[in-house]
């Protein structure tokens, strides 16, 4: 299994409470990716890095900002958590490039705003 | 609009058939297509990848085709078995950097 902690695996907040996952991984791969999903909806890419200090949005990035600041940690942050955001977060990471571009993902992390 | 449409959202088989899923997509060309495993409760698991340039790829009971022309991708499971339960997602690279995924089809295979 590929090296991937994300933290907390599940975490009960409040609106108007900032919250931050962490995801950690050990393969030093280069790309990094936080989804969520959502029934009905699948796996959304919020945001993602291509490199330490490397990062972009996805297709729904508004009320999240990212982090990295080292390879192996990518940091996920709801300033203001909504219950709109109540869902489970996956991190992922892969060694990018053409050749095969698959994805490793971590366990992920239930997140539940009341 | 680019969109991944999984056509069933449920399948359920008899264990022993060849189970087949389909993955449609709009306004993508993309260089390659993935299919992944994801059982309840877990993240997904990477199965197989089939490039633009290719028509079938297999790997043990498993085989994709992909047809650029339909935008289509089927995704088959021979001699299924009751251990290949589980939600089965396409995925699509369409830009540099961005995998997009169908929203899944979840396969029951009864005993």
């Known amino acids: 299994d590929a090296g991937i902690t994300q933290s907390p695996r599940h975490k009960v907040t409040e609106t108007g409470t900032p919250v931050t996952l962490r995801c950690h991984q050990t393969e030093n791969h280069r790309y990094m990716y936080w989804y969520r999903q959502d029934p009905g909806h699948g796996l959304r890419l919020i945001h993602y890095?291509?490199?330490?200090?490397?990062?972009d949005k996805g297709e729904v990035s508004d009320g999240y900002s990212v982090s990295r600041s080292k390879t192996e940690d990518f940091l996920l942050t709801l300033e203001s958590a909504t219950s709109s955001q109540t869902s489970v977060y996956f991190c992922?990471?892969?060694?990018?490039?053409?050749?095969?571009?698959?994805?490793?993902f971590g366990e992920g992390s239930r997140l539940t705003v009341l | 609009s680019q969109k991944i449409e999984q056509n069933s959202e449920a399948l359920n088989i008899q264990e022993g058939k060849t189970a087949t899923l389909t993955c449609n997509y709009t306004?993508?060309?993309?260089?390659?297509l993935q299919w992944y495993r994801q059982d309840p409760g877990r993240g997904p698991v990477f199965l197989l990848l089939?490039?633009?340039?290719?028509k079938e790829k297999r790997k043990e009971r498993l085989k994709v085709t992909f047809d650029t022309t339909l935008k289509q991708s089927l995704f088959h499971i021979t001699a299924s078995q009751p251990a290949d339960s589980a939600t089965y997602l396409c995925?699509?690279?369409?830009?540099?950097?961005?995998?997009?995924f169908g929203s899944g089809t979840q396969l029951t295979v009864l005993p």
């Open positions: 089939i490039r633009e340039n290719e």
């Open positions: 995925a699509l690279r369409g830009s540099a950097r961005q995998l997009t």
């Open positions: 890095s291509y490199g330490v200090k490397d990062t």
């Open positions: 992922a990471i892969s060694e990018g490039g053409a050749n095969t571009g698959e994805l490793f």
């Open positions: 306004n993508y060309s993309p260089a390659y």
